[in-house]
């Protein structure tokens, strides 16, 4: 089983609607959740943290922590073609020095 | 207040070259990552520095890589003898402190060809 798992996609939304992307983990030491995104030829850019169960919101984006079912989960509202992107999901189990990175989630919203 | 600054950008080496990558940190921050990324395919830790001490190199090849960070200048990664399957984009990555290697400021990249 892989340490972070996340659906390849592409995910492909209409422009406006939410767009849902999910991440599940299996160590159950992790502590710290990040969500990154990153334009095709781009480096990673860092757009939600979150610590602690439940939801966290930033504009339109919303970042879900449940740690009993291990999964983070990431909220696009009134999505935009600009937030067509990879994303990636990564944790940090606490006492590493590194984060664990899942492999992403292609969205594509269409206008 | 300027970025993470890497370069080159690009560099195009032929097979048994030496590749240098370089890596300027942002302004007060001390730790610095190195990842790997292939096409279509995710990031791979490579190895964590602090000024002047590598912390983790868990996701080194054995052979052939290096980095270092000094005291002073910006963090270098080497690759000598490079092979074509070390073409790669090589993202450098910054934090302020050591419990921040979660919330991360990337560099630009340096896009490795060989040829």
Redesign the interface.
């Known amino acids: 089983q892989k340490e972070v798992e996340q659906n390849s996609g592409p995910l492909s939304v209409p422009e406006g609607a939410i767009a849902s992307l999910n991440c599940t983990y299996s160590d159950r030491g992790s502590q ?3 969500w990154y995104r990153q334009y095709s030829g ?5 757009i939600m ?1 979150i610590y602690s169960n439940g939801d966290k919101e930033d504009g339109r984006f919303t970042a879900q922590l449940n740690k009993a079912s291990q999964y983070v989960s990431l909220l696009i509202r009134d999505s935009q073609p600009s937030d067509s992107a990879t994303y ?1 999901c ?3 189990a606490g006492n ?4 664990i ?4 989630t292609s969205l594509a919203v269409n206008p | 207040n300027a970025g993470v600054m890497q370069n080159p950008r690009h560099l195009v080496r032929r097979r048994g070259q030496e590749a240098r990558l370089r890596c300027s940190p942002m302004k007060g921050h001390s730790h610095v ?1 190195w990842y790997r990324q292939l096409p279509e ?3 791979k ?1 490579m190895v ?1 520095l602090q000024k002047e001490n590598i ?2 190199e868990s ?1 080194m090849p054995k052979e052939r890589f290096s980095a270092e960070f000094p005291k002073e200048g910006p963090s270098i990664l080497r690759i000598q003898q490079v092979v074509r399957g070390d073409s790669a984009a090589y ?1 450098c990555a910054s934090s302020p402190r ?1 419990d921040g ?9 340096s896009r490795l060809t060989v040829l």
């Open positions: 710290s959740f990040f781009k480096s990673p850019e860092l943290s990636l990564a944790l940090n590493n020095r590194k984060l990175w899942g492999l992403g | 990552y395919e995710g990031l830790f964590y912390i983790d996701g993202f050591q290697a979660g919330e991360l400021f990337f560099g630009e990249g």
